[in-house]
């Protein structure tokens, strides 16, 4: 089992960046699959970002590819987004999520339901 906990969220404008850090818990880290979600107010929670267990291979949806850089350290059980050039858009509470052992096949990593952890949110807010 995983714990996770989200940190780095907060108010920016348009144009700005922020990073995003999501620590976890326990000896395993690096046998998860890592993803970011995000939900708006009134919203489905939708996929941003996810991550190989060594890093080696990254998703992102269209939305933010370019402008997000998921990544990893293992060593530091920790997962990052690094978001530039944000939009009012981007302003949501983000997720990180842990899936164990992943399988990448298909696209299933880009559900929620596919997760097995989830952290407790970290409010980004974009004004323009």
């Known amino acids: 089992q995983v714990q996770l906990v989200e940190s780095g969220g907060g108010l920016v404008q348009a144009g700005g960046s922020l990073r995003l850090s999501c620590a976890a818990s326990?000896?395993?880290?690096?046998?998860?699959?890592m993803g970011w979600f995000r939900q708006a107010p009134g919203k489905e929670r939708e996929f941003v970002a996810a991550?190989?267990?060594?890093?080696?291979?990254?998703y992102y949806a269209d939305s933010v590819k370019g402008r997000f850089t998921i990544s990893r350290d293992n060593a530091k059980n920790t997962v990052y987004l690094q978001m530039n050039s944000l939009k009012p858009e981007d302003t949501a509470v983000y997720y990180c999520?842990?899936?164990?052992?992943?399988?990448?096949?298909?696209?299933?990593?880009?559900?929620?339901?596919?997760?097995?952890?989830w952290g407790q949110g970290t409010q980004v807010t974009v004004s323009s």
């Open positions: 999520a842990a899936h164990p052992n992943p399988d990448w096949r298909g696209s299933f990593y880009r559900s929620p339901a596919w997760y097995e952890y």
């Open positions: 326990g000896r395993t880290f690096n046998t998860y699959g």
């Open positions: 991550i190989s267990t060594r890093g080696g291979s990254t």
